[in-house]
């Protein structure tokens, strides 16, 4: 690293921790344009609904464009195939020409999840090395976004676009942080397309030494009393995974936990567990009640035969089974839940979208196969549509990256 990078980084660091945590991005982005004698500098934090950039400002509200909180202004660009969204997609830094500035958009992501875009306005046209020094800090800038947002809610207001209901509060919580994850043996991302009236759909997953597990759930019902069973649920798997035990155990005690507190008569939860060794590709998995997963390998998509397992909460004291196999090395595993399957999109033909989607980064994947359910049973589902894809490379060590992406593998675009 050059001696005037470094010094950039120390002072992005620096200028973030002085700042308050909703002014930190403004203060980190005031330090590059000193550095790189830049005419603008903007982030373009990722929507969540996946299909749209927000340009958080904080000014007056006379004649500005986009939702307003106070002082504070989120105006979303929907996303039109443009180099904007190529940028994200591909993460890869793009160089657009202007009238009198070039404008350089270079992925602001960590570890594969694609945080949002940093936006540089250069008097001049930036070279090669000018250009990879941009994305080197716009990976930087990833850290500074992922730890502020913990303390304030100004970037989860400005990528809601649509206001959430109190349901789908509760269902936000239980998502991962993060819904990409990129390492040297795999790369896995998930996606919940919700419906009108929330429907208890969760995805989980957490990356241990040398395991990886997953999980997709969904409880039963609508609403909040739905969310409130997916609490329980989700809770109970995540409290047991973190005290190492089996999966067999975590979802018998996940089982009786659902049975004994759920406060809706007969409530209950499907779900699909796994865990996958990262040294040797062995994978365990167990369903209960579920969606059978399913696996593409080598040009075909097939749905695993499992155990069959009451769902979790139904019989407080059922004994559950799994089934292990071992994942090969261009492997990808897929787990959906019944939204995916039921009323309209069950006119999807899973198997053939499957494939037609095998090239993707499973964070374009996961987006591609939303955007099939939507057009099939949409605009508004009767019930979540939620999925998770896993894909096998194999490997288990220290993973190659160019500023947070693999970009060898995100080179696809739909």
């Keep these: 690293m050059e001696e005037n990078e470094q010094a950039l980084l120390t002072e992005m660091l620096q200028a973030a921790e002085e700042a308050a945590p909703v002014e930190a ?22 929507d969540l609904s996946g299909r749209a950039l927000v340009r958080l400002t ?8 986009g939702r307003r909180q106070g002082d504070e202004t989120a105006e979303v660009l929907p996303f039109d195939g443009g180099p904007y969204e190529q940028a994200l997609r591909q993460q890869t830094a793009v160089v657009l020409p202007g009238d009198d500035r070039w404008t350089v958009l270079a992925p602001v992501t960590e570890r594969g999840e694609a945080v949002g875009l940093l936006e540089i306005d250069l008097p001049d046209e930036p070279d090669d090395a000018v250009t990879a020094r941009i994305a ?51 790369a896995l991302s998930g996606w919940l397309e919700p419906a009108a009236s929330i429907g ?69 939860v499907t779900a699909v567990l796994g865990r996958v060794d990262l040294t040797t590709g062995r994978c365990e998995l167990l369903n209960a009640g579920h969606v059978p997963p399913m696996l593409v390998r080598q040009g075909r998509a097939t749905s695993l035969e499992l155990p069959a397992n009451f769902p979790l909460g139904m019989f407080p004291d059922e004994r559950y089974r799994s089934r292990a196999l071992t994942l090969l090395p261009g492997d990808r595993l897929v787990i959906v839940t019944d939204g995916m399957r039921e009323r309209n999109a069950a006119d999807l033909d899973l198997p053939a979208a499957l494939l037609r989607i095998a090239h993707l980064h499973p964070r374009e994947a996961v987006r591609a196969l939303s955007d099939a359910v939507l057009a099939t049973a949409g605009p508004v589902l009767a019930d979540d549509a939620t999925l998770l894809i896993v894909d096998w490379y194999g490997g288990h060590g220290p993973r190659a990256s160019t500023a947070g992406a693999d970009t060898a593998r995100a080179s696809s675009f739909p």
């Design 200 to 268: 208890g759909d969760t995805f989980d997953y957490s990356v241990a030494r040398d395991t990886l597990h997953v999980s997709v759930t969904d409880a039963m019902g609508h609403g909040v009393a739905s969310a409130l069973t997916a609490t329980l649920g989700v809770g109970s798997l995540r409290n047991t995974r973190r005290h190492g035990e089996s999966l067999i155990a975590q979802a018998e005690l996940a089982n009786r936990a659902v049975a004994e507190h759920a406060n809706v008569r007969g409530a209950y």
């Design 58 to 65: 904080h000014q007056p509200a006379v004649g500005h464009p």
């Design 136 to 186: 080197r800090t716009a990976h930087a800038l990833a850290f500074v976004v992922i730890a502020n947002r913990r303390h304030t809610d100004l970037f989860e207001w400005g990528q809601r676009s649509a206001p959430f209901t109190l349901s789908a509060e509760i269902q936000r919580r239980l998502l991962p942080a993060s819904f990409t994850c990129e390492a040297s043996a795999f």
């Design 25 to 46: 991005v403004q203060a980190v982005t005031g330090a590059i344009v000193a550095a790189l004698n830049a005419l603008g500098v903007s982030l373009l934090i990722a």
